[in-house]
């Protein structure tokens, strides 16, 4: 028998996250964000759950050319562009449109092919991470458009504060002025500027997290949000033990029970990529029911409260996250939020893709 934990992945709920996407920026087309393995869900499954989606977009060239791989023919967006010319061609061989964020890389268009690529250029509004100067743009806009390689130049920023009230005000106000004049689609909205702030919709958006069914905002839940999760972290109780007043759980001895009381022991823990920041108290639901976390972390196991659930013993069905227990709830106790929890599922943790209900082993990894 397999060690009990597993990562359920529901194809349904991706489809219905996109179409919240459609039903959020009608007019906008989707570029649906897949890298980190598709948040932690599987590359080619998100290929699948995404049929009806504009394009794909990541970061990783063996992800893209694997997308290719299994027939995927509608565009491909690299975020983070090109890391040397050779990524170029790739790009060209693949036919993947590139960000191009610094001169090197608009360097490495300049010449002559066969059948020329779509470019993205990446303006810095303010994050100061990747991007070329709003006093640059006119600039690199008319050299891009001038590269031989090149087919099209959409004009693209990113976000530091689409998920705070009025974050993105002046970051898209200096969008504009740097694209005042230019010719070229453009695409700025990430989910929480999907969600928030029609008027930077656009001509293409550019979900991520609520796609996979979490939240972008600290203070609204996926679920407020019309959004349903899409991975569950499921595991069993291996062991049970009967604690008396001023018995310790785990290293540390950090959980000090106050008075009697059965905790079970889960087959989970840091090396599977539950957070090893979750305190005491982190929600956690044993067959069904809503309990709490006990004691630290380890790398295997972790330990909860079995008060609310005295029927439970060995082979009780446990849910770190999912539909019960929000990842987001979780991320929000370790200090983290939804998308690292997501991203950390470890390739150990074995993975079954669930399409209507019917369950299948999915041994595909990045
Ligand atoms: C990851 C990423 C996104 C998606 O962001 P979410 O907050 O997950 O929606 C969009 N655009 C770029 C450039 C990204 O790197």
């Not at 991706?14 to 964000?33: F, G, I, K």
């Not at 990446?122 to 100067?133: A, D, E, S, Y």
């Not at 709490?292 to 770190?320: F, I, K, N, W, Y």
């Amino acid at each position: 028998m397999s060690r009990p934990i597993t990562a359920r992945i529901y194809l349904n709920a991706l489809r219905q996250n996109l179409s919240r996407v459609r039903e959020r920026a009608p007019s906008a087309r989707v570029w649906s964000v897949v890298k980190a393995n598709a948040y932690g869900h599987g590359l080619l499954e998100a290929m699948r759950a995404f049929a009806q989606t504009d394009g794909l977009a990541l970061v990783e060239f063996e992800g893209a050319i694997r997308l290719r791989e299994a027939g995927w023919g509608r565009p491909i967006l690299m975020l983070e562009g090109a890391f040397g010319p050779d990524d170029v061609a790739l790009a060209l061989q693949h036919q993947l449109s590139l960000v191009v964020h610094d001169a090197g890389q608009a360097a490495w268009l300049e010449h002559p092919v066969q059948h020329p690529i779509d470019v993205y250029l990446k303006i810095n509004t303010g994050m100061n991470r990747l991007g070329v100067p709003i006093d640059q743009a006119v600039a690199m806009h008319r050299r891009l458009m001038n590269a031989a390689a090149v087919r099209s130049v959409t004009l693209m920023t990113h976000f530091a504060n689409a998920d705070l009230p009025g974050g993105i005000d002046e970051a898209s106000a200096r969008f504009e002025r740097a694209v005042t004049g230019l010719i070229g689609a453009r695409s700025l909205a990430n989910s929480a500027a999907i969600l928030d702030s029609p008027r930077v919709h656009q001509d293409w958006v550019r979900p991520g997290i609520m796609l996979y069914g979490a939240t972008p905002f600290a203070d609204r839940s996926a679920v407020d949000l019309g959004l349903r999760p899409a991975m569950g972290l499921h595991s069993r109780l291996i062991g049970v033990q009967s604690l008396q007043a001023g018995d310790a759980v785990g290293y540390g001895s950090s959980f000090v029970a106050d008075r009697a009381m059965r905790i079970g022991i889960v087959a989970g823990g840091y090396a599977d990529g539950y957070p090893r920041h979750a305190p005491t108290g982190t929600p956690v639901a044993v067959d069904g029911v809503r309990t709490r976390t006990v004691g630290r972390v380890s790398m295997d196991m972790l330990a909860v409260d079995l008060t609310p659930v005295p029927q439970a013993a060995v082979g009780a069905p446990v849910e770190l996250w999912g539909e019960i227990i929000p990842v987001d709830e979780v991320a929000a106790q370790a200090g983290t939020i939804g998308y690292e929890l997501l991203c950390a599922v470890a390739p150990r943790v074995r993975r079954e893709v669930l399409d209507d209900g019917h369950a299948s082993e999915d041994p595909v990894r990045l």
